[in-house]
Structure formats: structure tokens, C-alpha cells
């Protein structure tokens, strides 16, 4: 493209939209890219302040931002992604579902890496309602030369998707609360109404709630009456400390069960252990959770419930923003915790 003076613009196609302040105080544009510069809209382009636009260039290897912007969030949107636009060259893509916002972090860095790209989105992993904004696309100046475009597009595709959103799956779920105290009635159980809240966020189908006393033999009977139940996950609350009668985290792994952790780096919630007995997960949830409204198992519970198989690697990188300010006015997730 090439500036010109408005005033030698005539019979020019307009590469860009010109904006201005109509009566009503709204900003909008008054020229359409694509629009055809008459003798007639050249008093009112001064008017408006413009004393030069651009105007296409024939056989110049340069893409607008809108078709940029456009080919660009096609290239990246995987599964369950709505987008708008363009609008001044930048495309806004939100979330079709409930689900779990998924990005290839990788993928993201190297499209931004390319000259005049720029995507931004919001962090991996977290949980997001249908048409919640997801991230937005745009390049920096009106126009980027074709090599840019193309070679933003072979990362996308052979990295695709780079953007996706998973469904919540209504997985099976038993949860045991151990305690003798709790089962034999000398304390009242607060874990009951806390697990029934978080999981009803994710549609699960709550198989029962069953108390055990601090005897193993009794712990590792109830896990085994919900495996035959084809539980998909079974929450194991109460008895995660490392006193001496606390015996969840031996019942765990007397199962059979392969240990993925046990303990987290984030805080509160450092007690968090999590295995696989089979396809069925079972998770120790510390005594954290009844205490303080968002724990490390709240991070966890989105990728879950989107069937992502949570392995050891995904744990150790945790520590960086797993420490909870319990701030006053709790604005989980749009905050650091349990991003890594």
C-alpha cells in the first residue's frame, strides 16, 4: 500500500477504515476499507482531520490486518471456539460451551515470535462458561507482508489446535469421608456439603457418600464397593496429614493404585494426593478444603472433569503462583493461583 494526499486520492481504493465522532458522540467508521475515494468525500475526509490515507499498491506482496486477523483465528480454533469480527483488525474469540479453556502454550509463543503477529489469551487450564472471552487477534500495523502471514499459519496448522475448549464430562464419583470422630458422631461432618458444592459445578453423578472409620480395612472396602461400581473418581476426605493414625494416604496406595503425588506445592491444599487405580482416580483431599473456599484440588477439578489425565510432570512447575493470598474478596480464577 501507499499514502497519498486525500486530495489525489480520487477513484483510489481505500485499504483502511477511517474513523470519526458522529453527532451523537459515537465513534465508527466513516469509510469503509474497500470504499471508492469520489471528488465528494474528499472536503469531508479534511474535515474529519485526514490529509492522507492509503490506497493499494498493484503487485505488492502485502496482507490487510482484517484478512490477517481472519485467516489467523481459523488457523487456531480447535473445538468449541466462537469468533467475531474483524473489527479494526483484531478478531475476538470466545468460549461455545461450558467447559475448560486449552492452550499449546508452545504454539502460542512461536506465532507470537512472528513479526506483526500478536495473540493473547487467557491462561491454560481454566475454567470457562459459553460466550466468556477466550483471546483476541490482531497484527501490529495495517498491513504484514505474506511470508509472515503464511509462516503464522504453518506454525498454527501443524500445531493444531492451538486454542480448544474441552466439555465437562458428568463423571462417576464416591466420595469417602474418614474420621472416626466424624463416624461415630462426636464431630459434625463439614466435608459432605463442600464436596456436594464443588462437584455440582461439573455435573458429576455422585454415586454416595459413605463414612469410614480410621480403620484401613473398612477405607479399602468402600473403595472397592465403588470400583465395582465403575466409579470414575472417588475422593477419599479426612486423614491426609502425616500423623501416624492418618491413614487415607496408606488406604490409597494399598489399593493398587499408582501414585501420581503425594503433595502439591501450592498452599493452602499442600496435602493433595492424587493416584490411578485403573481408569478410575482416586484423590486425597486435604483437610484445606473445608476450611478456606479455593485449595490447589479446586486447580485440578477443571482438568478432570475434562478428561485430561493429570501426570507427574504437570505437578513440579506449580510452585510459581501456587501460593493462595486469600484475599478478602475471593476473585478465583481471574488470578495467578494455580497457573504455573
Request: net charge negative.
Amino acid at each position: 500500500m501507499k499514502k497519498i494526499r486525500v486530495e489525489d486520492a480520487v477513484g483510489q481504493t481505500l485499504c483502511h477504515d477511517i474513523t470519526a465522532i458522529f453527532a451523537d458522540g459515537q465513534k465508527g467508521a466513516r469509510f469503509k476499507r474497500g470504499h471508492v475515494i469520489t471528488k465528494e468525500d474528499v472536503p469531508v475526509m479534511l474535515d474529519i482531520g485526514k490529509y492522507h490515507v492509503f490506497v493499494w499498491e498493484p503487485g505488492v506482496d502485502e496482507v490487510h490486518e482484517d484478512d490477517c486477523a481472519i485467516a489467523l483465528t481459523t488457523a487456531i480454533s480447535g473445538d468449541n471456539i466462537v469468533f467475531q469480527g474483524p473489527s479494526e483488525g483484531k478478531m475476538s474469540l470466545s468460549a461455545a460451551i461450558d467447559g475448560m479453556f486449552l492452550v499449546n502454550r508452545e504454539a502460542l509463543r512461536a506465532i507470537n515470535a512472528v513479526d506483526d503477529f500478536t495473540v493473547a489469551c487467557i491462561p491454560n487450564h481454566q475454567k470457562v462458561k459459553a460466550g466468556d472471552q477466550l483471546a483476541g487477534a490482531r497484527i501490529v500495523p495495517l498491513v504484514t507482508k505474506r511470508r509472515n502471514l503464511e509462516k503464522a499459519l504453518g506454525i498454527a496448522r501443524e500445531n493444531f489446535p492451538v486454542f480448544s475448549v474441552l466439555p465437562f464430562k458428568p463423571l462417576k464419583c464416591g466420595i469417602i469421608i474418614t474420621g472416626s470422630e466424624v463416624y461415630y458422631g462426636r464431630i459434625e461432618d463439614r466435608f459432605e456439603p463442600v464436596m456436594k458444592s464443588k462437584l455440582a459445578a461439573y455435573g458429576a453423578d455422585i454415586l454416595g457418600f459413605v463414612k469410614c472409620p480410621d480403620d484401613l480395612s473398612v477405607i479399602s472396602g468402600a473403595i472397592k464397593d465403588f470400583m465395582d461400581k465403575d466409579a470414575d473418581l472417588i475422593f477419599l476426605t479426612g486423614g491426609m496429614s502425616v500423623d501416624p493414625d492418618d491413614l487415607t494416604p496408606t488406604s490409597i496406595r494399598e489399593s493398587g493404585a499408582k501414585v501420581v503425588t503425594q503433595g502439591v506445592p501450592m498452599q493452602p491444599g499442600n496435602m493433595l494426593m492424587m493416584a490411578y487405580l485403573g481408569k478410575t482416580m482416586l484423590l486425597g483431599v486435604p483437610g484445606a478444603s473445608m476450611h478456606f473456599p479455593i485449595t490447589s484440588l479446586d486447580t485440578f477439578l477443571p482438568r478432570i472433569f475434562a478428561g485430561i489425565e493429570i501426570k507427574k510432570e504437570d505437578i513440579a512447575g506449580l510452585g510459581e503462583g501456587g501460593l493462595c493470598m486469600c484475599c478478602k474478596v475471593c476473585h478465583y480464577p481471574t488470578c495467578y493461583f494455580g497457573r504455573g
